[in-house]
C-alpha cells in the first residue's frame, strides 16, 4: 500500500529506523567523547565519518532514509562540542558541519547517478527484448518466453502467426511512413485483443505472432478472428482509398506444453500461408494433436 504521495507504507518504518541508528551513533558519540583519551576520541570521529560514509553507500538511493540517519549521527556531535565545550572543540564542530553538507550533496549526487544507471540498465535491457518500432518483443525474445512459459503452464496453448496483406504495396506506393502507421496501429489492436499473460511479438518486417495460454482452441479462434475484424477499421485503411490492409492468420493448437517452439511455429506459418492462398485475410486453424485441420 502507499499514502497519497505515492511512498510505500513500509518505507516509513524503514526511514524511522534510519533516524533511530544514526540518533544512537550521535548520542553515544557525545556521551562517551569527552571522557575519553585522545586516541579513544579519533576512534570515536572515525567511526562517525566511516558509518556516515557507508549509509551513503548503501542508502543513497532513498535519500531522505540517508539524512535521517547522518543528520543525528554527525550533527549532534557537532552541536554538543559547541555548546560543551566550544573552546577546545569548535574545529570539530566546523569540520562536522562541513562533511554534513558535503554529504548532503554527494548524497543528492549519488541517488541522482544511480537512477539515471537504472534507467540505461532498464533501457537497454528493454531495446534488447523488444521491437524499437511497436514496442512488442522481439523474435529472440519471445522464443525465450516461450521456452520458460510454457513447460509451467497449465493450459494448452496456441500459437498465432500473422503476416500482413497488401503490406508491400503499401510501402511502394505510400511510402515507409505510411508502412510504420500501419505496423503500429496493428501493434495496438494485438495488445487490445491479448490478455495480460499472452506474449506478442513483431518477428520482423509485416511478420507477428502471439502466443496464447487457453483451455479451449474456440478461444483462441475467437482471438485471432476479432484481430482480423479490427485490422480491416484501422485508421489507415481510411487513407489508402482502394488500397486495403488486411491480415491472414494461422493459428496451432497444442495440449503438450513440452512441443518445440519450432514445430509449433512452423505448424502455424504452414497455417498462415494457406490463408494466403486461399484468398488471405482470413483464418487458418490446426489443433497438432489431431490429424484434421479446420
Not at 180 to 201: C, N
Not at 238 to 245: P, S, T, W
Request: aromatic share 10%; hydrophobic share 45%; net charge neutral.
Amino acid at each position: 500500500k502507499r499514502d497519497k504521495f505515492g511512498i510505500p507504507f513500509w518505507q516509513y518504518s524503514y526511514r524511522l529506523l534510519n533516524l533511530l541508528s544514526g540518533t544512537l551513533i550521535g548520542l553515544g558519540a557525545v556521551c562517551f567523547f569527552p571522557v575519553l583519551p585522545a586516541e579513544y576520541q579519533v576512534i570515536i570521529l572515525s567511526a562517525v565519518v566511516g558509518l556516515t560514509a557507508a549509509a551513503l553507500a548503501t542508502h543513497a538511493v532513498d535519500n531522505p532514509a540517508f539524512n535521517l540517519f547522518m543528520l543525528p549521527a554527525c550533527g549532534l556531535p557537532a552541536l554538543a562540542f559547541v555548546y560543551f565545550d566550544y573552546e577546545s572543540h569548535y574545529v570539530l564542530s566546523l569540520l562536522l558541519a562541513f562533511f554534513m553538507l558535503v554529504m548532503i550533496k554527494t548524497g543528492r549526487q549519488t541517488r541522482e547517478t544511480l537512477i539515471e544507471n537504472f534507467k540505461l540498465t532498464y533501457t537497454l535491457q528493454y531495446r534488447a527484448n523488444h521491437d524499437p518500432l511497436v514496442g512488442l518483443f522481439n523474435r529472440g525474445e519471445f522464443e525465450r518466453q516461450y521456452m520458460t512459459s510454457t513447460p509451467n503452464s497449465l493450459h494448452s496453448i496456441a500459437l498465432i502467426f500473422i503476416d500482413l496483406d497488401n503490406f508491400k504495396k503499401l510501402n511502394d506506393s505510400y511510402g515507409h511512413q505510411k508502412g510504420d502507421q500501419a505496423l503500429t496501429e496493428f501493434a495496438e489492436i494485438i495488445r487490445a485483443q491479448t490478455r495480460k499473460d499472452d506474449v506478442s511479438a513483431r518477428l520482423g518486417g509485416d511478420e507477428f505472432t502471439i502466443l496464447l495460454f487457453v483451455d479451449q482452441i474456440a478461444t483462441a479462434k475467437a482471438i485471432a478472428l476479432n484481430i482480423i475484424a479490427d485490422t480491416q477499421n484501422m485508421g489507415v485503411n481510411a487513407e489508402l482509398g482502394d488500397l486495403k490492409i488486411g491480415c491472414s492468420v494461422g493459428l496451432a493448437f497444442t495440449s503438450n506444453n513440452n512441443l518445440p517452439y519450432s514445430k509449433l511455429m512452423s505448424a502455424a506459418d504452414n497455417e498462415c500461408y494457406r490463408s494466403k492462398r486461399n484468398g488471405k485475410n482470413q483464418l487458418s486453424v490446426t489443433d497438432i494433436d489431431k490429424p484434421t485441420q479446420s
